[in-house]
């Protein structure tokens, strides 16, 4: 009986790693920073005393790596369930290239604007129920970027003209492939035995 379950977890994972090439992965990032998790005044590189707070809401930031797309559902203010900004937004972008990835950009400086979000009909400016939603198309190169570590979002106002709450986009590994179905594959043969 055991060896029917080993079986069907291998014939399942090579169904997994022989999967067609040009399927769609769904990448899904989180917003982080030397501060912590989601958008906070901590992760800026200037020290900001009256920031507010934001994060990922609704279906969080994703990306598409064969469309090569990038969603974003991100909020900030009480509405949302953070903390209200110091006023309404002047400004929004996703910031990038950094010089490093991963945890090392958290401290490079400030990188250029790479995609304004603030002018598109989603954006919305309000300092207390403010937010984006939508997608951002991008090239190989941009993504190869993206999937390093190397952008961040960031919220600007009058009081802190050069950004006053970031987060880094960092792509969440998930427990999938060979490696997932050894660990469900495990689970099944210990509950087996159990059960036996």
């Known amino acids: 009986m055991q060896r029917k379950w080993v079986l069907l977890l291998a014939a399942a994972a090579g169904l997994t ?3 067609p090439a040009s399927q769609a992965a769904i990448i899904q990032f989180d ?5 912590g998790t989601g958008l906070l005044p901590s992760n800026e590189n200037a020290t900001i005393t009256n920031g507010g707070t934001g994060g990922e809401v609704g279906a969080g930031i994703s990306f598409d790596d064969v469309a090569l797309v990038l969603t974003l559902n ?3 203010g009480s509405g949302n369930g953070f903390t209200n900004l110091s006023g309404n937004t002047t400004g929004g972008h996703i910031h990038g290239p950094t010089a490093h990835g991963g945890t090392a950009a958290f401290t490079d400086p400030n990188a250029p604007i790479l995609f304004p979000l603030d002018g598109q009909a989603t954006w919305n400016n309000s ?6 939603t939508g997608t ?13 570590g190397k952008y961040y979002f960031n919220v600007h106002t009058a009081a802190n003209p050069g950004g006053e709450t970031r987060g ?10 060979l490696a997932g179905f050894a660990l469900a594959g495990a689970a099944l043969l210990r509950r087996r035995r159990r059960h036996a």
Request: negative net charge; proline residues 8%; hydrophobic residues 50%.
């Open 17 to 19: 790693v022989c999967a």
């Open 31 to 35: 917003l982080m920073g030397k501060g």
């Open 74 to 76: 991100v909020g900030w």
């Open 127 to 132: 300092a207390t129920n403010g937010g984006y």
């Open 136 to 148: 951002v198309p991008m090239t190989a190169a941009q993504a190869a970027d993206l999937i390093a």
């Open 168 to 177: 880094f986009l960092v792509a969440v590994p998930e427990p999938t492939g």
